[in-house]
């Protein structure tokens, strides 16, 4: 049996990046690698229809399998945004039950800068969290708040605009129903309003948490510090503000 003839034989058991490769090896195995039938083989696995047409829907079936055999990973590029944290202000309102113990509001640069040091006493893996390189939106909480486990907590986030003196809200008054026991995290969400001229875009969250740390009571947790976050869609600067701008700005 010729060399040919085996790899006629083996070609045709490789997955499509295993025959790419054989391709690169020379010009004999290229041109072998390059019946199309190998390739319409491939296609047949992946897209069973598309090979009930007499001839493929593209030049080839070779073009066809590298076109689209994998998801296409595209790097996310920006233009600058429109907004900046120096435009914003955030109006924060916290209740438990039906007392508001934390009402505030945040200059944005106060919100960008965030959290520089973790206070004494903060768990492990809060501080790392804190503390890491990756984005995040934190505010300290000064003075401090307690709050029994045992009550409810809800909370209230609205954003203006400095530069059109707009308002657009992002969370309505959330509870916060999750308590995150290894992060020393109470969470709460709601979901974003979108201005109707970007109507495809729905289902974005944004998170509030608090931070805290065990309390010398039983049941009771010491807040220290707020975090808000659009993890869902947003894990940069310029993207939080290009959601926010998006916004439904009254």
């Known amino acids: 049996m010729s060399w040919a003839e085996v790899l006629k034989a083996v070609f045709p058991l490789l997955e499509g990046t295993d025959l790419t490769s054989c391709m690169l090896v020379s010009k004999q195995w290229r041109e072998i690698a390059q019946d199309d039938y190998l390739w319409k083989c491939l296609c047949a696995k ?3 229809s598309i090979c009930k047409r007499l001839s493929p829907p593209t030049l080839t079936y070779y073009k066809l399998f590298q076109t689209f055999h ?60 804190l503390e890491g390189p990756e984005y995040k939106m934190t505010l300290p909480v000064d003075p401090r708040f307690t709050i029994p486990l045992s009550h409810t907590v809800s909370v209230s986030v609205l954003v203006g605009r400095k530069d059109s003196n707009k308002v657009a809200c992002i969370i309505n008054k959330s509870i916060f129903d999750y308590i995150d026991r290894t992060t020393y995290r109470a969470l709460a969400f709601d979901y974003l309003e979108f201005s109707p001229v970007y109507p ?51």
């Open 46 to 48: 992946r897209w069973p």
């Open 70 to 129: 994998k998801r296409q990973q595209r790097r996310k590029t920006f233009l600058p945004p429109r907004l900046s944290f120096n435009d914003l202000e955030f109006y924060i309102d916290i209740w438990m039950e039906e007392r508001l113990i934390f009402s505030e509001v945040v200059p944005g640069p106060v919100l960008q800068n965030g959290i520089r040091v973790s206070p004494p006493g903060v768990c492990d893996m809060l501080r790392l969290h």
């Open 200 to 250: 495809f875009v729905s289902g974005i969250r944004a998170w509030i948490s608090l931070l805290f740390m065990d309390h010398g009571s039983e049941g009771v947790i010491d807040v220290f510090g707020i975090e808000m976050d659009f993890c869902d869609a947003a894990n940069s600067e310029e993207e939080v503000l290009w959601l926010l701008d998006m916004l439904d700005w009254k």
